[in-house]
């Protein structure tokens, strides 16, 4: 998804962008994922939990979309259902958003690919990841040696 997608333009013809909401909900109907309103309502807020909520891999999409380009400290996505498919869409916004510091996304079943995506965008010189959980996620003896990468063997 394109960064046009953040801008509006009204019947004057006069541009605006669209707040993290408007964003997160239009993403859900291009995506299919069912919108999490806990998410909408919390369209202000710098944590942001949806622990719990089923999120799944479309909706971690339709997040990292709405995520990319707004200012949020701490995430908390613990029992979503994420796989490795919704951990690559995460890293991937992750990569632009260099404003979250904690970062919960355990019990969410990434196994072995999903402890890949996990290695690259978090400890990168410009990313400042202070807690990160990534426990309970069905990782085999290989994503050990990739975590263990990750921070510096």
């Known amino acids: 998804m394109s960064l046009s ?3 509006l333009s009204d019947s004057s013809g006069s541009r605006r962008g669209l707040s993290r909401a408007e964003v997160y909900l239009q993403a859900c109907r291009r995506i299919g994922a069912v919108p999490v309103s806990a998410f909408v309502r919390a369209v202000s807020d710098t944590t942001v939990n949806l622990n719990h909520y ?4 479309r909706g971690a999409r339709a997040l990292a ?4 380009v707004t200012v949020v400290t701490k995430l908390e996505l613990e029992d979503n259902r994420l ?6 869409y995460l890293m991937k916004m992750l990569q632009s958003n260099t404003t979250i510091e904690s970062l919960n996304i355990s019990h ?3 196994g072995l690919e999903g ?6 965008p978090l400890f990168q010189d410009d990313r400042l990841i202070r807690e990160l959980d990534l426990s309970s996620n069905r990782f085999s003896s290989g994503a050990d040696g990739l975590l263990g990468q990750m921070l510096g063997d």
């Open 5 to 7: 997608l953040f801008i």
């Open 54 to 57: 089923g999120v799944g891999p």
């Open 65 to 68: 979309v709405a995520l990319k």
């Open 83 to 88: 796989k490795a498919e919704g951990t690559r």
């Open 108 to 110: 969410n079943q990434l």
């Open 115 to 120: 402890a890949s995506f996990c290695t690259s």
